[in-house]
């Protein structure tokens, strides 16, 4: 896997092509999962450049769903596995491409490969550490997992399909706290004072 800081130059470049909040966020996940993965038991280097690249499509260009198949194909040219994988997981603790909250702008032959690749892989915790992290990771640190549940919905709406997805959301929380030994929270910066910032 690539080190760290190509991780971060790639991730600088993309920016340059799509200026975003979309870069303090992936900086804070990549702190936030090596934070845990020190505690956990992982590999806190691969948890750090994961988090740096889990959205790195986004380097394409504004987009809503297509931006993991951007990331997932750029990742993949640069021989790049895991963390090609990583683009596409990244948004689904739940197996069903149906819980994604945000536009779909991508064809359908896209869907069919992303759902066909959820459904024969079986997540590592790696994968449900970035899902984790992602879900929770503020510029500025982290939140409750139920803040940015209810934000997300806030923006976005629910389907019936988002209890699922909080469903699993929960869940991952639940394996790493029990593999830290501790709520993953007090491992976190930031996240009293974010999560108690009003939501509107």
């Known amino acids: 896997m690539i080190s760290s800081a190509h991780a ?30 020190q505690k956990a038991g992982l590999n806190p280097e691969t948890a750090y450049v994961m988090g740096l690249l889990h959205d790195i499509g986004r380097g394409a260009g504004v987009s809503g769903i297509r931006h993991i198949f ?31 909250a945000g536009k779909i702008d991508c064809t359908q032959a896209h869907l069919t490969f992303l759902q066909d690749f959820l459904n024969s892989y079986s997540y590592d915790d790696y994968d449900l550490l970035i899902q984790l992290c992602d879900a929770i990771s503020l510029p500025n640190g982290a939140c409750i997992l139920e803040k940015r549940l ?12 988002s209890i699922d997805k909080w469903k699993a959301f929960m869940q991952v929380k639940k394996h790493f706290d029990q593999l830290c030994g501790c709520s993953i929270y007090s491992l976190l910066p930031n996240v009293l004072e974010n999560s108690s910032v009003d939501l509107i």
């Not at 470049?13 to 845990?36: C, F, T």
């Open 70 to 100: 951007d990331g997932y194909d750029l990742m993949t040219s640069f021989g790049e596995p895991e963390i090609a994988r990583i683009c596409l997981t990244h948004s689904f603790p739940s197996k069903d491409i149906r819980t994604y």
């Open 8 to 37: 971060q130059t790639y991730l600088r470049q993309a920016v340059q092509s799509n200026p975003g909040p979309w870069e303090q966020h992936s900086l804070s996940v990549a702190d936030n999962a090596k934070r845990i993965a």
């Open 150 to 161: 209810v934000d997300v919905a806030l923006r976005h709406g629910v389907t019936e399909h």
